[in-house]
């Protein structure tokens, strides 16, 4: 279980690990910030869409088990895209936040998380289940591949 929360925070922290560190834009103007958010969700979207792409692939989904694959898959884009509205919502308020208000901010951001990193255990639970004894496999292979780099594959190591 440990391992699967590794992998899942990974999944729900790129999002904002890399909405964060987007390239700022070459002309800053007025707008700039209001300009290069949506190049981040896009970023966001395109990175967590490759990555559910790669996983579909390496795990040899079968046309039976696309329906709790989709269900899995959608839980990863709702839990990314929640947390980089959260983090873009925070970094847009955070010049006038007081100290209470930026803690009690970050914990519902981070509750939030737990609850993604929750419904997201729950929807692999019922595709894994329906996986063959090959793709358990091959599943417990790549969760345990991102379970000892916990937090290196967000900044781009594979």
Known sequence: ????AAFALGLLTAGPVFAQTAAPAATPAPNAAKASEP????TVKARVDKRIARMHQELKITPEQETAWNAFAQV???NV???DDAYQ????SLATMTAPENMANFAEIEQARAKGVENLATTFQTLYSGLSDEQKKIADAMFRHYGNHEG???HGAK
């Open 1 to 4: 279980m440990k391992m699967f």
């Open 76 to 78: 990863m884009r709702t």
């Open 81 to 83: 895209t929640a947390t």
């Open 39 to 42: 190049a981040s969700a896009t």
């Open 89 to 92: 919502k925070r970094s847009a």
């Open 152 to 154: 290196k594959h967000k």
